[in-house]
């Protein structure tokens, strides 16, 4: 019985011992691999400096496999130290290639479609380059003109307006920053124009022009579009001599001045059509904004009257709105209205979102009212549609912002590079 329990004792114990000792047998045997171990290491050295990505990839695979399995081996030291030593590198330049070659990829997609005017790709594509790329100005430039001529176009497209002006408003938020572009745009959706020295003042009337004419004419929040419109008329741009800008501007002071004289008509009557303090005040408002008006349309009059590629019509129109107002205003006297005209734009144009001064001075026993009725000028082939709500015919409008673009080559092309990684070390005499 003592003979065999010790023999089953000892029996155990070399089981222990074999289970202890055969890692270090498994690692030996690791280690001994020579045809395994010159396949994977070949699989780096034939990779690690090649052009493609794809195989790069498969070097720093093999790399990492191979410092895994043989990394405990002595004889492997010099070429495991050597890829530990490399292989971050290399990981950061793939990634760095991957990422160069995702975005070239965009924006190759981002050109072709601003090439071929595919308004949905634009967006499309010009929304992923601009998230990777928010540095590339020239990106909402080039969406911003790509939706508004959507907006122009006969029938008007308003699928892209919430993104026009959206994209319009980045590109004054980037640019207003500093943020420097040569091309203010691309391709055909560029605002460089030989005509206007300041490509960025250019730029920035074009943003505001579209703004202010997307809420005005498309939208119907003509307060919300003035201040654009005012401000698209302060920059050396083709906005600034564009009549509509001031025409719209003149109309909203007219439509106030209508409901003022609204009101002021049905207090009149309940006061046996005699004036007291509380319509003489709204009389004094009224012609605050008929000041403001009279400058618009004076401003609106004077460009188009001096552009010959206004239709005769709609110059006339605007000139009969602004005798109107001048009559209002000056109790039913025109005089002084061509010299007004014509100094004009020697002074500021007041800001539309700076109250209005009240005219108080002696009123006549009868103050005439603004006529609303009469063909207003902003609608140079009709006769029946109100001035504040419609836009002048595409005929008449001297200059659009597409318009005044000029074909380029794409400004927002980045060219993808690839890091090349470091040589591995030469393989040392009896290494694996």
Same mark, same amino acid.
């Given at each position: 019985?003592?003979?065999?329990?010790?023999?089953?004792?000892?029996?155990?114990?070399?089981?222990?011992?074999?289970?202890?000792?055969?890692?270090?047998?498994?690692?030996?045997?690791?280690?001994?691999?020579?045809?395994?171990?010159?396949?994977?290491?070949?699989?780096?050295?034939?990779?690690?400096?090649?052009?493609?990505?794809?195989?790069?990839?498969?070097?720093?695979?093999?790399?990492?496999?191979?410092?895994?399995?043989?990394?405990?081996?002595?004889?492997?030291?010099?070429?495991?130290?050597?890829?530990?030593?490399?292989?971050?590198?290399?990981?950061?330049?793939?990634?760095?290639?991957?990422?160069?070659?995702?975005?070239?990829?965009?924006?190759?997609?981002?050109?072709?479609?601003?090439?071929?005017?595919?308004?949905?790709?634009?967006?499309?594509?010009?929304?992923?380059?601009?998230?990777?790329?928010?540095?590339?100005?020239?990106?909402?430039?080039?969406?911003?003109?790509?939706?508004?001529?959507?907006?122009?176009?006969?029938?008007?497209?308003?699928?892209?307006?919430?993104?026009?002006?959206?994209?319009?408003?980045?590109?004054?938020?980037?640019?207003?920053?500093?943020?420097?572009?040569?091309?203010?745009?691309?391709?055909?959706?560029?605002?460089?124009?030989?005509?206007?020295?300041?490509?960025?003042?250019?730029?920035?009337?074009?943003?505001?022009?579209?703004?202010?004419?997307?809420?005005?004419?498309?939208?119907?929040?003509?307060?919300?579009?003035?201040?654009?419109?005012?401000?698209?008329?302060?920059?050396?741009?083709?906005?600034?001599?564009?009549?509509?800008?001031?025409?719209?501007?003149?109309?909203?002071?007219?439509?106030?001045?209508?409901?003022?004289?609204?009101?002021?008509?049905?207090?009149?009557?309940?006061?046996?059509?005699?004036?007291?303090?509380?319509?003489?005040?709204?009389?004094?408002?009224?012609?605050?904004?008929?000041?403001?008006?009279?400058?618009?349309?004076?401003?609106?009059?004077?460009?188009?009257?001096?552009?010959?590629?206004?239709?005769?019509?709609?110059?006339?129109?605007?000139?009969?709105?602004?005798?109107?107002?001048?009559?209002?205003?000056?109790?039913?006297?025109?005089?002084?209205?061509?010299?007004?005209?014509?100094?004009?734009?020697?002074?500021?144009?007041?800001?539309?979102?700076?109250?209005?001064?009240?005219?108080?001075?002696?009123?006549?026993?009868?103050?005439?009212?603004?006529?609303?009725?009469?063909?207003?000028?902003?609608?140079?082939? *009709? !006769? &029946?549609? =109100? #001035? +504040? @709500?419609?836009?002048?015919?595409?005929? /008449? $409008? %001297?200059?659009?912002?597409?318009?005044? *673009? !000029? &074909?380029? =080559? #794409? +400004? @927002?092309?980045?060219?993808?590079?690839? /890091? $090349? %990684?470091?040589?591995?070390?030469?393989?040392?005499?009896?290494?694996?």
């Amino acid at each position: 019985m003592k003979t065999s329990f010790r023999n089953l004792t000892l029996g155990v114990l070399l089981a222990g011992c074999a289970a202890v000792t055969a890692p270090n047998s498994f690692a030996q045997d690791v280690c001994t691999e020579v045809e395994a171990k010159q396949t994977l290491y070949a699989q780096f050295t034939s990779n690690f400096d090649k052009k493609e990505v794809e195989k790069r990839q498969a070097a720093v695979d093999a790399g990492k496999q191979y410092i895994q399995k043989y990394g405990a081996c002595a004889d492997d030291k010099a070429i495991v130290d050597y890829l530990n030593s490399n292989l971050p590198a290399m990981e950061t330049a793939i990634n760095k290639s991957k990422t160069v070659a995702g975005e070239k990829a965009v924006i190759d997609r981002f050109n072709t479609s601003a090439k071929a005017k595919n308004v949905s790709e634009i967006f499309t594509s010009g929304k992923e380059l601009y998230a990777k790329k928010p540095e590339l100005v020239d990106i909402p430039i080039t969406l911003a003109a790509a939706g508004f001529e959507q907006t122009l176009a006969t029938p008007p497209v308003n699928t892209y307006n919430d993104d026009t002006i959206a994209q319009a408003k980045e590109a004054i938020r980037q640019l207003e920053a500093g943020k420097k572009t040569t091309g203010y745009g691309a391709y055909t959706y560029s605002f460089v124009n030989p005509k206007y020295s300041d490509s960025k003042a250019n730029t920035l009337g074009a943003m505001n022009y579209m703004i202010g004419y997307i809420m005005y004419y498309r939208q119907d929040k003509k307060k919300d579009a003035l201040p654009y419109f005012y401000k698209a008329a302060q920059y050396n741009s083709f906005s600034k001599t564009d009549p509509t800008i001031y025409q719209a501007i003149g109309a909203s002071y007219l439509d106030e001045a209508i409901k003022i004289d609204k009101d002021r008509q049905v207090k009149l009557t309940a006061n046996g059509n005699k004036d007291n303090d509380e319509t003489l005040g709204m009389v004094a408002t009224q012609k605050g904004y008929a000041d403001r008006s009279i400058d618009a349309y004076s401003r609106a009059y004077k460009i188009a009257k001096e552009d010959k590629l206004q239709k005769k019509e709609y110059v006339d129109g605007l000139y009969t709105r602004l005798k109107e107002l001048y009559a209002f205003r000056f109790d039913n006297k025109t005089t002084g209205i061509d010299e007004f005209v014509a100094t004009v734009q020697n002074k500021p144009m007041p800001d539309p979102s700076t109250p209005i001064t009240p005219v108080k001075e002696e009123v006549p026993a009868t103050t005439p009212a603004i006529n609303s009725s009469t063909t207003p000028a902003t609608t140079p082939a *009709t !006769t &029946t549609t =109100p #001035a +504040t @709500t419609t836009k002048p015919a595409a005929t /008449t $409008t %001297p200059t659009k912002p597409v318009s005044t *673009t !000029t &074909t380029k =080559p #794409a +400004t @927002t092309e980045v060219k993808a590079t690839a /890091t $090349t %990684p470091v040589k591995p070390a030469p393989k040392k005499k009896g290494t694996r």
